[in-house]
């Protein structure tokens, strides 16, 4: 399939006031100098991509904020440059989903480095429900196997399989989501409407048609080598939890797994053959914890366990406890944020946090922000 066949019309965003606010979105992406996690900080400080920039000028010598990073929020010539680039964008037929947008996954907010916009072909609603699969690109006949059954299993069970479209494992975890006729999802190290590799065109389109492709990249970005291991926390972040099927043993693949502990999702690795250079990964992290995949069933029931547990959550905790729970799903996940949701005083969200994680529903970052179980 063709990028123009997919092409949405510019009515998909209705009104001038929304066009003119993915303006301002399109413009904080394309901010290169400022770093995934501070451009979300600043979205939480000034409410909008609009507000930040319509207000920000006013600050001088702002405390946390380079000098390079400083010209760029004030530059005019790159507030310009964005209305072109959302021009190039839409008539692509490329979608812009904002972080402050509804259909924006509320998994991905709660990661301390969420990325502001989300651009994708295909359907935004499959950004939901997600489990990842990673591995080598150098995979085995016995990894490729691994990747297409267990894919295969979880799409049938309505899960969405999440990669990176990369060669091997990534490759064989997308087929095998699409040969169960389920829905997958592909994060690029690139612009949308760059595709890499490039042998990789068709599965491109057939998870187009079937699914989703995502970048945090505006489009025409060429994938360059140091986008892959960030892109690689946006993969875990849609998840709720990673299974990585084949690594050696300092596998770029073992960042995945990295930024998956920090954002608090569960960890499967596939057992494999003691004597294989591309299993010393996976049987190290599962000498070190992680949970040995010995079949699909042992992540369905806990992804089903765990989908339960969310769903009952509410019923031993009262209203107050349940807004602030509600908030952290939504990623609003830092006390000074939910202070100011909930309109509640700093002590009274200090004491409604600590019950929730006494509770289990809740756990706090590295960072100091909070996830739920």
């Given at each position: ?203 491109y389109s057939d998870i187009i048609d079937h699914g989703a492709v995502i970048s945090e990249y505006p489009p025409d970005t060429n994938p360059l080598p140091y986008f892959f291991p960030l892109r690689n926390r946006i993969v875990s ?137």
């Amino acid at each position: 399939m063709s990028i123009a066949g997919c092409a949405q019309s510019r009515s998909f965003y209705k009104g001038e006031n929304q066009m003119n606010d993915l303006v301002y979105w399109v413009w904080l992406s394309m901010l290169s100098r400022i770093s995934p996690q501070l451009k979300v900080s600043l979205i939480r400080r000034f409410g909008s991509a609009y507000h930040l920039w319509s207000n920000f000028k006013n600050e001088h010598n702002p405390s946390g904020i380079s000098q390079g990073a400083y010209q760029d929020l004030t530059s005019e010539e790159l507030r310009k440059q964005s209305g072109q680039m959302l021009k190039r964008t839409l008539d692509l037929g490329i979608g812009v989903l904002p972080f402050d947008d509804k259909d924006y996954p509320p998994l991905l907010k709660q990661i301390p480095d969420p990325p502001v916009v989300l651009y994708f072909l295909g359907n935004k609603t499959y950004l939901k429900n997600c489990f990842a699969i990673v591995g080598s690109r150098k995979a085995t006949t016995y990894g490729r196997n691994c990747a297409m059954k267990i894919a295969s299993c979880l799409a049938e069970q309505d899960i969405v399989i999440v990669s990176g479209l990369a060669k091997g494992i990534d490759t064989y975890a997308h087929k095998g989501a699409l040969e169960a006729n389920g829905k997958t999802v592909a994060v690029l190290g690139s612009g949308v409407n760059i595709v890499y590799p490039y042998e990789n065109k068709k599965l491109y389109s057939d998870i187009i048609d079937h699914g989703a492709v995502i970048s945090e990249y505006p489009p025409d970005t060429n994938p360059l080598p140091y986008f892959f291991p960030l892109r690689n926390r946006i993969v875990s972040g849609l998840s709720k939890g990673i299974l990585v099927i084949e690594a050696g043993e300092k596998s770029g693949t073992l960042i995945t797994v990295d930024y998956a502990l920090a954002q608090g999702r569960e960890v499967f690795a596939l057992p494999g053959n003691i004597s294989s250079s591309q299993s010393k990964g996976t049987n190290d992290l599962i000498y070190h914890g992680a949970t040995p995949a010995i079949d699909p069933d042992d992540i369905i029931n806990l992804y089903r366990t765990k989908s339960v547990n969310r769903a009952i959550m509410p019923s031993d905790v009262d209203e107050t406890e349940k807004m602030i729970y509600d908030l952290i799903c939504e990623g609003i996940s830092d006390i000074n944020s939910i202070t100011e949701h909930s309109g509640l005083k700093t002590n009274m969200v200090l004491a409604i946090l600590l019950s929730l994680e006494l509770k289990l529903h809740i756990k706090k970052r590295p960072d100091g922000g909070y996830i739920t179980f």
